[in-house]
């Protein structure tokens, strides 16, 4: 039995999440690519360029999700981190050290340090799992995930002011 | 309700006559019509909802044929779905308890016709497989009320029914009462069973009534059927109750205690715990978060310190801090620098040697030397003697005699 290669890519990116490619390989149809420059992330295509912010509009339930505030609190720390010229698009960004994050994380949360930085890790292992930051654990480094590359630039704005704001990870080892 | 009973009433006469057999092999057939779609083979019932399907199927498409029936190879044609021995199967056993026969009762007889029993009785399957005893229990309520309105109706009539329906609650208490001295996983299994008793109770109470008024002679019969009827309402009230103990303060008897996930999650097989996930999409969408969001999360979490208004920026890039800090060493350095010049490695100098330029520059040096006269930190000093010289062609044009001098320290 033969598939069309491009079929079978397409049904293993729908199964795999957002799995990465080499540059050298082409896109699937119905994807776009995130690329780095070594490798390209597979994400979904909307049509007319809308994103999942447009179900809003029509009152329709988002995707549910447990604890959005602490989630996106937890990425907007991660990308205080990794994307340190605002005037850049996030996406590739750099990598940071996951203990800066877990420190800025600190800083915009209140009460136990502790459970805050158990709090932050696990959800930016969810974060890494749905493609929205890249995770290396053993290298203790994190970096924006290709998701963040569909955020259209005009959208932007606030969150660069609010990234602004943020303050900076406190380092003792810096100079 | 079994075959048996009827059996058992004709056996009673000590010579059962034709007639008999006759009238009891009218009320056999009429059963087994109406179970057909049931039987598995001849002597048993089905053990696979499948088969009923098969019945179902057929009994629809007879309906859909109208009088001339079906042939074997048209009923073969609708149960296409169903694997060819399934399908010989049902139809033998639906042939041999008469829910479909030949339209003429002759050998080799190629069309064949349905049973309006069967499709009844069928329907009766299906609503109690939807409903339950209970609801049924309702219709049959309802109906006995509209039976017991009937003019026609005669007090034996009512005797059967009230007979009837005191020998279904007392089984249905009965029911009830074991499984209150049960298990309590069995219990809340069957706890829809419980609800809507109330109702029940008084549409029984009400039909009791109603009978009692219309024949009172038939007061022992609707005694037991009294009984029973509280019988049963005592014993649903302590099922309830032993549920509701155990529910505790959670009144969604749905939920399972966690003892029994944990069993399940410990006794069950690969392919049990897979089917759990059955009904899941494992592409589903991945959540979204847009930058509004996220901002808009940050802005609204709890925070240590209390919120602080962001500074206005100005609408020209920033070029920040400017060289110039105002600090005190430059503004010293440079009076220093100026008072070395002018006394260029001497102890002492007149002032008016020094001021013989023009007046505009002179005047800013006149400034700066008593500048450096009232620094506190610089060893020069600005000393002024008494008198004046008048220099009409000079500039100045007037000057006192004074001298700029180093002080010792």
Known sequence: MSVDPQVLARARARV?????????EPVPPGFTG??????????????????????????TAPMPLDRPGQARRVLAAALRCCWPRLDDAPWPGQDALVIDVLEVYVGLSRGDADLAR???TGELRRLADTGWLLLDEAAGTVRPGPRVA??????????RDLLRRLPEPVREDAP | MSPTSDDAFAARDDAPSLDDVLEGEAVLGVYRQMFAALARDSGAVVDDPELVDVAETLLAAFADAGEEGLSREQMRYVCRRYPAEVFDNRLRVLKGLGAVREVFPKPNQLRYRASFTSVVGLMFVRRMMLDGGQSEMHRLLALEQLNVADPRMTPAQARDGADGLARAFRLWSVELLTLTNGTIEELREQAPKLWGTEEILQRAERLHGAILRRWPQLDRTCTDLRAAIYAYGDASRRAAARLSDSAGTTRN????????????ARTATREELAAV???????????????????AAVEDGPR??????????PSVPDPGLSGDTGSDATAVERLRTVAEQVLRGRDRVAVQDVLDQDWVTARRLLADLSSVHLHPELPYRLAWGDGMAARPDGSP?????????????
Do not use: K, Q
């Not at chain 2, 044009?397 to 320290?409: A, Y």
């Open chain 1, 150 to 159: 569909l955020w259209a630039d005009e959208t932007l704005g606030p969150l």
């Open chain 1, 118 to 120: 158990r709090w932050a």
């Open chain 1, 34 to 59: 995130a690329s780095d420059g070594t490798r390209v992330w597979l994400l979904p295509e909307w049509p007319d360029g809308a994103t999942p912010a447009l179900l809003e509009e029509y009152d």
């Open chain 2, 277 to 295: 996930l059955d009904g899941f999409v494992f592409d589903a969408p991945a959540p979204w978060h847009e930058p509004s969001a996220v901002v």
């Open chain 2, 304 to 313: 240590a310190t209390p919120p602080r208004p962001a500074p206005p920026r």
């Open chain 1, 16 to 24: 795999l999440g957002v799995p990465s490619i080499t540059v050298a």
């Open chain 2, 397 to 409: 044009t007037w000057v006192s005699s004074g001298v700029f001098e180093r002080t010792g320290r």
């Open chain 2, 253 to 264: 008897l749905t939920l399972l205690p966690p003892e029994t996930w944990r069993t399940f």
